[in-house]
């Protein structure tokens, strides 16, 4: 009589139920899974409030829609397609309802918080897009959340922080705090490294006497400065026009591309002078080739100061009118006798074409265009020459001050005529 073989207790085959009794040992045949760990599985269903996870275990898990992704309120449909393969950290093994509770977005952490950290260590620059703009930055998808303040986004300050939303950024970590999850960024990091190779070859490439284009990047009351592709030079208000110029914004914008000449390079300290007027025709060069002393000319009253009125006879070429060639008589004020705007005939006293100036007489000229004699005053030789040096005195005032403001020095009186009872007796 033959007899049924009983089973024997296996580990792995069989394992002893509630009651004693031998049943097979299903538990045997699925993964060990302990919570914090992440775990690879098969996107199995996607519904609007969670996505199950197919991940060899006894029961699917369940991934909540606030465990997706670090971005506020997503669509699951948005996040996972039905067949992905992701990775999730297991949160429960069971909850209360049984279920094993995972999420994605925490094993995102996870495996970019270590990125991160080697990042920071390294100095080497991390991925995001940007999700989020919110006040004061922009919120970059890292697998965590990084924030990168607004005056880092860029070398300039950026005026309008929507125009990044959804692009990819290239910055540095700056600040790891890992018991908050924060994350600070430096994209403009990024940007002056960049520069700082960009800037090199620049100099390289550039010599003094090189015309070049490039973009009016910033206009400062002593300047303007131009961006070379990567590095700006600067323009003095001195070498932007042949003719005065009270500020650059007269006659630049921000953004207006020009063509300027490389005056000088500073290799050691990186620096570059520009020149906008050195590009332009010099009005100088006709005044020299056309005009010369005792010529009457034409011109325009453009500032009236204190001490005289300039006279504008080519565009960009201005002469002073000193105070004491204003009128026959004795002048207080210029203001007296011209205005700005009006339209005069001038007799060239002077050209000094080294530095580039022009002593003019409105008093020696009269009416009709020609040329009238200064009255006889008795004045000694003495007297002419002080009056030529309050001219060129004038005219150093005149660039040390804008030539819309008076100037503070009183202006030099003109030479006083002499008492009509002294010519008497002389004559008796």
């Given at each position: 009589m033959s007899t049924t073989e009983q089973p024997q207790l296996e580990e792995g085959v069989w394992t002893q139920g509630p009651d004693g009794e031998l049943i097979p040992d299903y538990e045997s045949t699925f993964p060990t899974i302990t919570e914090g760990e992440v775990v690879h599985g098969t996107v199995v269903r996607v519904d609007k409030d969670e996505v199950l996870v197919d991940i060899g275990y006894k029961s699917e898990g369940v991934i909540p829609v606030a465990e997706l992704s670090i971005r506020r309120s997503v669509n699951p449909a948005d996040e996972v397609n039905l067949g992905d393969e992701i990775d999730a950290l297991v949160l429960t093994k069971e909850d209360a309802e049984g279920r094993l509770i995972l999420s994605k977005k925490r094993a995102r952490f996870e495996l970019a918080w270590k990125k991160i950290e080697g990042a920071a260590e390294s100095g080497e620059p991390v991925l995001g897009r940007v999700i989020e703009v919110v006040k004061?930055?922009?919120?970059?998808?890292?697998g965590v959340r990084g924030f990168?303040?607004?005056?880092?986004?860029?070398?300039?300050?950026?005026?309008?922080?929507?125009?990044?939303m959804g692009t990819e950024l290239r910055a540095k970590?700056?600040?790891?705090?890992?018991?908050?999850?924060?994350?600070?960024?430096?994209?403009?990091?990024?940007?002056?490294?960049?520069?700082?190779?960009?800037?090199?070859?620049?100099l390289d490439r550039l010599q003094p006497g090189d015309v070049v284009e490039g973009q009016i990047s910033n206009i400062v009351d002593f300047g303007a400065f131009v961006?070379?592709?990567?590095?700006?030079?600067?323009?003095?208000?001195?070498?932007?026009?042949?003719?005065?110029?009270?500020?650059?914004?007269?006659?630049?914008?921000?953004?207006?591309?020009?063509?300027?000449?490389?005056?000088?390079?500073?290799r050691d300290r990186q620096r570059i002078s520009l020149g906008l007027k050195q590009t332009q025709s010099d009005p100088w060069q006709q005044v020299l080739d056309q005009y010369k002393d005792g010529d009457v000319v034409d011109g325009k009253v453009t500032k009236v100061v204190t001490f005289g009125a300039f006279v504008e006879i080519l565009p960009g070429v201005e002469g002073l009118v000193h105070i004491s060639e204003l009128a026959q008589h004795h002048v207080e004020n210029p203001r007296e006798v011209v205005s700005q705007g009006d339209s005069v005939k001038v007799l060239i006293l002077e050209v000094d074409g080294e530095r580039r100036r022009l002593s003019l007489s409105l008093k020696r000229v009269g009416e009709d265009g020609?040329?009238?004699?200064?009255?006889d005053l008795g004045l000694s030789d003495e007297v002419f020459t002080e009056a030529r040096a309050a001219t060129s005195e004038a005219y150093e005032l005149s660039e040390a001050a804008p030539h819309d403001e008076p100037a503070e020095a009183p202006a030099p009186e003109a030479p006083a005529p002499a008492d009509d009872s002294a010519e008497d007796d002389s004559a008796a």
């Open positions: 004061g930055g922009l919120i970059l998808d890292l990168l303040p607004a005056s880092l986004v860029d070398i300039r300050r950026v005026q309008d922080l929507d125009e990044f970590v700056i600040e790891l705090n890992r018991s908050r999850n924060n994350v600070v960024l430096s994209r403009r990091a990024v940007l002056e490294d960049e520069r700082k190779e960009q800037r090199q070859q620049i961006d070379l592709d990567g590095m700006d030079g600067l323009i003095h208000i001195s070498e932007l026009s042949w003719s005065h110029v009270n500020h650059p914004s007269e006659m630049l914008e921000i953004g207006q591309t020009v063509s300027v000449k490389v005056l000088d390079i500073d020609t040329v009238s004699e200064a009255p």
